[in-house]
């Protein structure tokens, strides 16, 4: 087992001390369902892109061959490195060291790295968080003078050579892995990079202090600063760059950006709109695949720095909802664009800011194959960063999920088994196993959303109040076998304020939408996998029927069997029983549903129940409702 002290921190003077500290890939294993999830992922296109794909086939650039040379080879390599070694499969570990092994046995005299024929920084940034990770993996001594290596030559080429076009919207993401490389090394060169890529990139904190993009942008006035997926990566900025600057001023920007942001773009499944640029609020715009996985790892990096509980509580409800609802429940089939209200999936020109009419079928490479490529880092990440280590040298439960923490705590090798069906149920067990009795803090998130929460350590209950929104700290001395129980309950929560008054229904991290019929028609095949346009067989049209002052009178929580696929239709395990009526006038536009009609709604139509099950489970949907009025 690797220290822990080797890998994370306390960060090296002078940069800023971590809330928390990311955890080395592989300290954190997926189990239960979770890690069901990432066995689908990996037996659908993760595990098999390689094999069919020309973009990522053996004669791509980073694999030595003559072919796609610049960022799809190192985005694969970005999500297959921690779902390979996450499941421990021998033939994607293998895959994997593939990739790694060209970069790091191909590096150029001057330090460069790569095929020859890219000239674009943007691409190298990819595969460099591809390596920090593989690395943790496997201590592959190779890797941190590749590294070292490359970045002196990224500093003594910067006079010259300059950040273009995208590396300039995300040079955060090389910073990452310059301060991931200088606690390490303690090279300061690395930090004299770091403020040149600051000052050649685009200045994120300045755009979010005088936001203007209140709507859905035009093409006029479209460009890479409202590109919805460099503003997913540009999450993550603020907070990265006060580790280096020390000014509270990066901290708050953080804030004012997610502030913005969720005014103008958010949408009820916890991301913002953006298909491809700004889209604002109406339900029926679409986000894009990159921007979901983006946004997740910028998340995962601002709690670890800010230490927010409120910011995991994001993060788990984009991982629940948003990532698993733009997926087929086999993930050989993605859309580009994703819809809250998403009635129909074919090939149409809808009302995209800039996208094209197949951008929300599901499909090998829907519009643009970058989500193709980079789609896979979504499930993998977030399972690697479900746990984090505090710097008084405890463990912190960041989100919930089934899994296992590995780790070295204050001289004890301890395991941390956690089992729950967690986001589906309310109940999540910890069985702690230090090698020896060990004194030392477990922090639990106790959610924003949930009340009168319960703790109990060995079956006594806990005495202290575990407050919504905080991190919960129990330190005590630890021994073999002790178990914690925790409950959050999930109360039935109807969300207001959305697009013309419409409203959205959640429960624990879950964000539900109306079970719609699906016909699946496959469109193109793209052996081995397709290209399908999906169509409702049922109503959609409805206003709900319901006090947001007191959903639970009017809903009926049903619990079932968290299967093998419980982001599909059928094998959803928890549905919501509500109460609506037809809104007849409510049709389509563009090929979406139009806006909800502004709430409250009049209908004399009759009371029926519906049903809402999770919107990670449902491909067709309504998740932004009207309401009737009493």
């Not at 590096?107 to 920090?132: E, F, S």
């Not at 399972?383 to 001289?411: I, T």
């Amino acid at each position: 087992m690797l220290s822990m002290r080797e890998f994370l921190g306390p960060n090296r003077a002078p940069l800023q001390p971590s809330a928390f500290y990311m955890l080395p890939l592989g300290a954190v294993r997926p189990e239960g369902w979770l890690k069901q999830q990432l066995r689908i992922q990996a037996d659908g296109l993760s595990g098999h892109l390689d094999e069919f794909w020309p973009s990522v086939e053996v004669n791509n650039g980073w694999l030595g061959g003559d072919g796609e040379s610049w960022e799809r080879g190192p985005y694969y390599a970005d999500g297959l490195v921690p779902l390979a070694f996450l499941l421990g499969d021998p033939l994607l570990i293998a895959k994997a060291h593939r990739w790694t092994n060209w970069t790091l046995e191909h590096q150029r005299p001057n330090g460069a790295i790569g095929p020859v024929k890219n000239t674009d920084w943007w691409p190298n940034m990819v595969m460099l968080k591809a390596l920090t990770q593989y690395y943790e993996a496997t201590g592959d001594a190779r890797v941190i003078p590749v590294m070292q290596k490359y970045f002196h030559y990224h500093l003594a080429e910067s006079a010259r050579s300059k950040l273009v076009r995208w590396a300039i919207f995300r040079w955060q993401d090389e910073v990452l892995s310059l301060l991931w490389l200088y606690n390490r090394t303690g090279d300061a060169k690395l930090l004299e990079l770091a403020r040149a890529l600051r000052a050649e990139g685009h200045d994120w904190r300045a755009q979010f202090e005088n936001f203007r993009y209140h709507g859905k942008v035009e093409r006029s006035q479209t460009g890479l600063q409202t590109h919805v997926v460099n503003n997913a990566m540009a999450l993550k900025t603020s907070p990265l760059w006060w580790l280096v600057s020390g000014d509270p001023a990066d901290r708050q920007a953080f804030y004012k950006q997610l502030s913005e942001l969720d005014r103008h773009h958010l949408m009820p499944n916890g991301v913002h709109s953006g298909d491809e640029h700004y889209a604002g609020r109406h339900p029926s715009q679409g986000t894009e695949l990159c921007a979901v996985v983006e946004g997740m790892f910028s998340l995962e990096h601002a709690i670890a720095i800010l230490g927010d509980p409120i910011l995991a509580d994001r993060l788990e409800k984009m991982s629940y909802n948003a990532l698993p609802g733009t997926f087929d429940g086999d993930m050989w089939a993605h859309q580009y664009d994703q819809q809250p209200n998403q009635v129909m999936c074919n090939i149409f020109y809808r009302a995209w800011t800039t996208n094209g009419p197949e951008s929300n079928i599901f499909g090998l490479e829907p519009n643009f194959g970058c989500c193709t490529a980079n789609m896979h880092q979504g499930w993998p990440k977030f399972a690697a960063s479900l746990w984090m280590a505090s710097p008084d040298g405890g463990l912190v439960a960041v989100a919930y999920a089934p899994c296992s923490v590995n780790a070295e705590v204050r001289g004890a090798r301890v395991n941390i088994v956690e089992e729950t069906e967690y986001p589906f149920r309310d109940t999540l067990r910890f069985t702690v196993r230090p090698d020896k009795p060990a004194r030392f803090s477990i922090r639990f998130r106790v959610p924003g959303w949930t009340s009168h929460a319960e703790l109990r350590v060995n079956g006594q209950p806990q005495q202290a109040v575990l407050k919504p929104g905080t991190f919960h700290e129990v330190t005590r001395t630890w021994n073999p076998g002790d178990k914690v129980e925790l409950r959050l309950p999930m109360p039935v929560r109807v969300v207001t304020g959305g697009y013309n008054g419409s409203v959205s229904v959640e429960r624990g991290p879950l964000v539900f939408s109306l079970r719609i019929g699906e016909e699946w028609r496959r469109i193109r095949d793209r052996a081995p996998a397709a290209d399908w346009e999906v169509y409702p067989t049922s109503n959609w049209n409805y206003a709900l029927v319901v006090d947001p002052k007191n959903p639970a009178a009017s809903m009926k929580v049903v619990e079932r069997i968290v299967g093998a696929k419980p982001f599909t239709p059928g094998g959803a395990p928890v549905e919501i029983l509500a109460r609506a009526r037809r809104l007849h006038d409510w049709g389509m536009k563009q090929g979406s549903a139009d806006a909800p009609p502004k709430s409250p709604v009049r209908t004399s139509e009759p009371v029926e129940t519906v049903t809402l099950i999770p919107y990670g489970s449902a491909k067709l949907r309504i998740t932004a409702f009207p309401y009737a009025e009493k």
